[in-house]
């Protein structure tokens, strides 16, 4: 990117109604797709009332104003009035409500509503509270704190320190719905012929994350510089006896190095055929 | 919903080579929008071979064939030559790349990379670790587990047990990098004339979560059933304290009784202006 460092950023704008969620997920993945250009971006949600609008065009007109680039938009109101505001900006607009639901609507045979941030609502008590129930049964079994429910646990996460257990776990839960625990490996586990003997019982739950010893030297240096906890010699040995623990088990495992969350927390779900929940916040799309 | 039950599902795929998030939240925004219709929703990520889409091609035949009612398919495939055979499928083809990638060549000079799963594949670990960091801070200060470090979060969501507290903390932490912290109110500090000791020196952090009595006692139920702790009355008591002591100490808050997670966070983040992270595992998109 040095080529492009002197260049003004082309401002991009993430707007919606309700939270923008949508929005800037498409947004960013729209943008992704153009790696040697810089962005700058903001995120404005919560655009309900026509008067918010019409500042809104007048903010994005007079930045644009400023900049040479013309600014982009990415735009999901369900309000018609409001959209058609955003719509007067000199920005281009990347709408995909105003894009789709014509379609939709024609398959369907029905109106769509209009209605504002149905998406992100809480409609189905039942979803949302297996949601919520997901996160304390995480929250309870992060790094081994509790072991005595393992059993209605959905997964069991288990890894070296600082393996990336904890997010996956969370995320697992937040955004999936599935209970998850997770055990971390330690020096004395590795040091045994069988598998630790908490998680013995539960060999068909287990799934493994492993990482590149020198990114996990590198995370680990951060929380305690120097030490033999962060030395590359340790982690390597870490590494190196936890695979040679999920090989042996057969218990499955993956590769962390280059993964985000998100991906780690999606392949471990397409790799187990775990029940995802695929947006717990929903009534009327019933995912059995 | 009583007069659909009886019709078919719609269903509707939602597909990607990544993570098949962009697709899934794009999707569900757009289905919300008709409310009176039935969806059967599958979500089916990493379709990242021409193989497995001539196989997917095959099973939406198949079961479109099933079933009177034509499919949708949500699809961002960053892959042209895989995106191609997706719409050989019969279904209804929703496909943002497709409708707004060129767009957005025209505007930014640019050729789109068409690479796969950009948006939620690490590649500025800055980025990456604050969140990780993130993380790690709100785990370690849950319900007010350690309060010694209050001094280093960016905020401290407080309210009476079962408020949101836990879920609200994660999303913002997992999602938007945010170091959140919570409190919960006990009876012993809303019979203090004062705000609690451990949080009175950062006031300036507090953010109140309250909650509909009726809805609180219902979610305490599920856990201690027949308890004091989960009566009407005591949900009323001590839910009327906690907002009389945010009135009475000005800190904001927020009724969450009809909010998702998601709304929540987002709420929480425009009402107090911290800086929101807009997606984390992104590199050429910087936030400044």
Known sequence: MNDTSNQPLRRVYFLSNRTAITAETLGHSLLAQFPGIQFSSVTIPFVDTTQKAYKLVDRINAENAD????SIVI?????????????????????PFERFLPDLE???HAHSIHESGQSHRISNQGLYESRINAIDFTMLHD???TTKMYGQSDIIIVGVSRSGKTPTCLYLA?????KAAN????EEDMESED???IIRGFKGKLFGLTTNPKRL???????RSNSRYASLEQCKYEVKAAEQMFEQFNVPYLNTTTMSIEEIATKVVEITGLHRISKPAISHLDMK
């Open 143 to 145: 790094d081994g704190m």
């Open 174 to 178: 937040l955004q999936f719905g599935i």
């Open 75 to 95: 735009s999901t109101m369900a309000d018609e009035e409001i959209s058609r505001i955003i719509h007067q900006s000199k920005a281009l607009i990347i709408d």
């Open 183 to 186: 055990y971390p490996i330690t």
């Open 217 to 223: 030297a590198h995370i680990r240096e951060e929380r």
């Open 67 to 70: 900049n040479e680039l013309q």
């Open 195 to 197: 598998l630790p003997a």
């Open 106 to 108: 024609l398959i369907l």
